[in-house]
């Protein structure tokens, strides 16, 4: 933790820095800032897009290395890394949503992404595209629905339908996106089958579907104290029959809690997600916590049951899971269905309250 505070310090000066010295054209990180955002990247986001940036590695996180996207969206990268794509795995990691990212690391990293790749930044301006709804629809349709659904609730490929991305994506990075492809991706270039004007009807087809307006941020609240980590203490150990030996059915954990017995439940999202919606009592011990033998030691060592859980449906989850395996915790288990399964099921879910964000805050200065 101390570590971070420290970053964080040294990085909001850097910013200081960075600011006075008029900070529009991107100047080359420096190599404590490329070096903080290198150890972020491997802590925070290779459990998803993978540890070489190569994308697909969990949750069909998209490729973090695509010549295409890293030349045009420094703003659109720094809008997803604080804010994250609700409805999708992607967390926020902006302070203001639970951290556990300062401004000055977002702006660093989305930077950071950049100069892995070589890639200059192509000045895209914020300008709306406008083309024919109908026809993108009809092209949609037939090309991409197959992975990106056919409710744009994205399958391989993105969510292309989701209202934060789409509020927070200027027209011209999407059309970017759909004439050059990802590259090293299964996303194609359409600019070499497709007419300026087809490209253009898509780019309006998908912006029409943008009903949402607003980011929302969660009401932070207080993790629980490490006197109240047990749920139920007074309660008897549930006697779960495990899947493979390690999973639990959220049937078999939604009615040990019912019951009122005694375990521990570990989210291991990102705190911005813990913040959104959680099951109720869970402790948050997010997937990049460093420092798991430290928080371990406020873990019950009686053979109390260890429950993690993450957002779809695993990944996150069996990674602490084996941390805590690893350091001899005996009784533990993983959500089966995680926390999507969970809700989809039925389950209750502790929801916090939420207020618009300002996304301006992660806009240029
Ligand atoms: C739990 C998995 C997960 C983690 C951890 C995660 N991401 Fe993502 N990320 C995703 C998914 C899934 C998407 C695509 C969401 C969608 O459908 O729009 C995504 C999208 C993105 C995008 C947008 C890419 C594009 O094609 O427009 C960027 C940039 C990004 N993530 C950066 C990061 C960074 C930086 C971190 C670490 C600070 C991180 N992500 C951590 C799953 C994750
Ligand atoms: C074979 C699968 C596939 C098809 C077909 C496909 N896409 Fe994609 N698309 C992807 C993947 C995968 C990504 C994310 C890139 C990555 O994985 O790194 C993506 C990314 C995108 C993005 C960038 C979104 C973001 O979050 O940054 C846009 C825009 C997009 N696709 C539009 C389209 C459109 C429009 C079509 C149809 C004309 C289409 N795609 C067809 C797989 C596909």
């Not at 989305?110 to 083309?131: C, D, H, P, R, Y």
């Not at 579907?209 to 969660?218: D, H, I, Y």
């Not at 078999?252 to 009122?260: G, S």
Request: contains cysteine.
């Amino acid at each position: 933790m101390n570590k971070t505070v420290k970053l964080f310090l040294l990085s909001s000066l850097l910013l200081v820095v960075a600011q006075s010295a008029g900070a529009r054209t991107y100047p080359k990180l420096t190599d404590a800032q490329a070096a903080a955002s290198a150890k972020n990247y491997q802590q925070y986001c290779a459990l998803c897009h993978g540890e070489d940036r190569q994308g697909h590695v969990n949750d069909n996180a998209p490729s973090l290395r695509s010549k295409s996207l890293l030349e045009t969206g420094v703003q659109e990268r720094r809008m997803v890394i604080g804010y994250g794509r609700p409805g999708t795995p992607m967390p926020g990691f902006f302070d203001e949503l639970g951290g556990p990212l300062s401004k000055p690391e977002i702006y660093y990293m989305a930077l950071w992404l950049q100069e892995q790749t070589g890639v200059t930044e192509k000045n895209i301006s914020s300008g709306m595209i406008e083309g024919d709804v109908a026809l993108g629809e009809a092209l949609y349709g037939k090309e991409c629905v197959e992975c990106h659904g056919a409710r744009g609730e994205g399958i391989t490929g993105t969510a292309l339908g989701n209202q934060a991305m789409l509020s927070m994506t200027r027209d011209k990075f999407i059309r970017h996106a759909i004439e050059n492809g990802r590259q090293g991706t299964p996303m194609p270039a359409f600019g070499e089958r497709f007419s300026p004007e087809q490209l253009d009807a898509l780019t309006a087809f998908i912006r029409s579907r943008a009903t949402g307006w607003e980011v929302r941020k969660p009401v932070l609240r207080r993790p629980p104290a490490v006197e109240d980590y047990i749920l139920n203490p007074d309660g008897d150990s549930p006697d779960f029959q495990l899947k493979d030996g390690r999973y639990v059915m959220s049937s078999d954990l939604h009615e040990a809690m019912q019951a009122k017995k005694r375990m521990v439940l570990l989210d291991t999202r990102a705190m911005s997600l813990w913040q959104m919606a959680n099951i109720e009592g869970s402790v948050p011990m997010p997937y990049y916590y460093e420092d798991v033998p430290q928080l371990a030691k406020d873990l019950p060592r009686d053979g109390t049951w260890i429950v993690t859980y993450c957002e779809c449906p695993r990944a996150a989850a069996e990674h602490v899971n084996q941390k805590l395996v690893a350091l001899g915790f005996e009784k533990t288990a993983v959500l089966w269905e995680g926390a999507y399964g969970w809700i989809s099921l039925g389950y209750p879910v502790s929801p916090g309250e939420t207020r618009p964000a300002d996304t301006g805050m992660l806009r240029e200065d």
